[in-house]
């Protein structure tokens, strides 16, 4: 099926440290979401974006749509062990309806 | 306030058979969409309805079919399973088709063999 492409697949963090990662499509998307899905449970929003270029933060993360509408941002401030997970993108087609079209997913782990 | 629940948690059947998965929306919310996620991957679109009628299908065989009741919770039913349906199967609620926040449930894992 269609996805996302997302990236990094997987990375390393420790705590105290920035965490960055990003989303890509090959066609434009009217409406980018962050989730955060830990072992076991369901996705859980995080942030949800609804304008080229408009920055949104919500705690310790912020999101970014990109100006092209093919990308998006999240960013993770000062980690912490419950960042653990995996974080998914999700992007919206304008003509697709409520079709949510996802990524591959990030996974964070501690440093061992 | 309740959020989005799911039945059964867990379910295992064998090749062949049919399984119905339930889905209650949170309270107010009128959309439910349904995805398949498998290990590794993102979850994938497989219906989206809206006031009991179908409102998107993503790119799955006929043997997936769904529907809404009047108090919006739905059904997943999946025939003839396959060991590739083997997957965790997530219900989402949306306050309509226009809102595209949608809250996921916890998930039925189904395990074919």
């Known amino acids: 099926g269609q996805q996302l492409n997302q990236s990094p697949q997987s990375m390393f963090i420790q705590e105290g440290e920035d965490v960055s990662m990003n989303c890509t499509s090959s066609s434009i998307f009217n409406t980018w979401l962050w989730y955060k899905q830990d072992p076991g449970e369901g996705p859980v929003l995080l942030i949800a974006?609804?304008?080229?270029?408009e920055l949104t933060s919500n705690g310790r993360l912020t999101a970014q749509f990109g100006i092209t509408r093919k990308d998006s941002f999240l960013n993770i401030s000062a980690s912490i062990p419950s960042d653990v997970g995996i974080y998914f993108c999700a992007g919206r087609d304008y003509n697709q309806g409520g079709k949510l079209i996802f990524g591959q997913g990030t996974e964070l782990s501690v440093k061992p | 306030d309740a959020g989005v629940t799911q039945s059964p948690t867990h379910l295992i059947k064998t090749r062949g058979q049919q399984v119905t998965l339930r889905c209650s929306p949170i309270s107010g919310h009128k959309s439910v969409s349904w995805y398949q996620q498998v290990l590794g991957q993102g979850p994938q679109f497989i219906f989206q309805y809206y006031e009991k009628e179908e409102r998107g299908r993503g790119n799955f065989p006929d043997r997936f079919s769904a529907r809404q009741f009047p108090n919006y919770s739905s059904e997943l039913n999946v025939n003839a399973l396959l060991l590739g349906d083997s997957a965790l199967y997530l219900c989402?609620?949306?306050?309509?088709?226009?809102?595209?926040?949608?809250?996921f449930g916890p998930g039925t894992r189904l395990t074919v063999t």
């Open positions: 974006l609804y304008k080229a270029g």
């Open positions: 989402a609620s949306s306050t309509g088709t226009g809102v595209y926040e949608q809250y």
